[in-house]
Structures are given as C-alpha cells and as structure tokens.
C-alpha cells in the first residue's frame, strides 16, 4: 500500500503563485510515477501533470504548460507541483495519485492510488 498526502494549497489572487507538495509513505520502492490531476465543481477530473519517479521523465497538459512545473525528491518521497501566473480557472481541488507500473499517463484511471486533495482558490 502507498498513502498519498497533499498539501500547499490556499486562496491566492490572479497572477500569484503556489506550491503543492505531495508526500508518499508506506511501499514507495513501487511507485513508478506521480500525476497531479484537478478537479473543479461540475467538471470532470482533468490531468495537469506527471513525473516519472525515477527518471524525472515530465508531462504537462497544454492549459498548465509553462506556467507549472512538476518536480520530484526521491529521498524525501514527495513530488512537488510548483504553479506559477495563477488563473482563476486553475482554482480546484488537486489531487496526486501514484501509479506502480511502467509510464506516467494522462489518464486518471491508470492510477493506483491517490490522495485526499489540498483545495486552490483563485480569485480574480
């Protein structure tokens, strides 16, 4: 079993910064990959980032790239989700999910496990 704790989250401004931290513990030696996928009210689940644990291997969908920056520190077992030049439509809830097999996809469903979520708030 992995359990999957985010954090950072919080109400910001347009334009404004944040980072999400991700935290693993328990059988993390089996992680191969960490997505970062949100989640606004009456909107379907939407990918945002993916890291391959080992190799540092990125993946970002087009509405985040070059605004947000996925990072990984194995020792620490957290993957970071740097978010830069917020927007009020990145405003949800974030969640990462760890993933024990080969490839760091966009769908969510080919994850294994997942966390709680840290809510973002952006106003405008």
């Known amino acids: 079993q992995v359990q999957l704790v985010e954090s950072g989250g919080g109400l910001v401004q347009a334009g404004d910064s944040l980072r999400l931290s991700c935290a693993a513990s328990?059988?993390?030696?089996?992680?191969?990959?960490v997505g970062w996928f949100r989640q606004a009210p009456g909107k379907e689940r939407e990918f945002v980032a993916a890291?391959?644990?080992?190799?540092?291997?990125?993946d970002y969908s087009d509405s985040v790239k070059g605004r947000f920056t996925i990072s990984r520190d194995n020792a620490k077992n957290t993957v970071s989700l740097q978010m830069n030049s917020l927007k009020p439509e990145d405003a949800a809830s974030y969640h990462c999910?760890?993933?024990?097999?080969?490839?760091?996809?966009?769908?969510?469903?080919?994850?294994?496990?997942w966390g709680q979520g840290t809510q973002v708030t952006v106003s405008s």
């Open positions: 999910a760890a993933r024990t097999r080969w490839n760091w996809p966009r769908d969510a469903n080919m994850y294994d496990y």
């Open positions: 890291i391959n644990w080992s190799g540092g291997n990125v």
């Open positions: 328990g059988r993390t030696f089996n992680i191969y990959a």
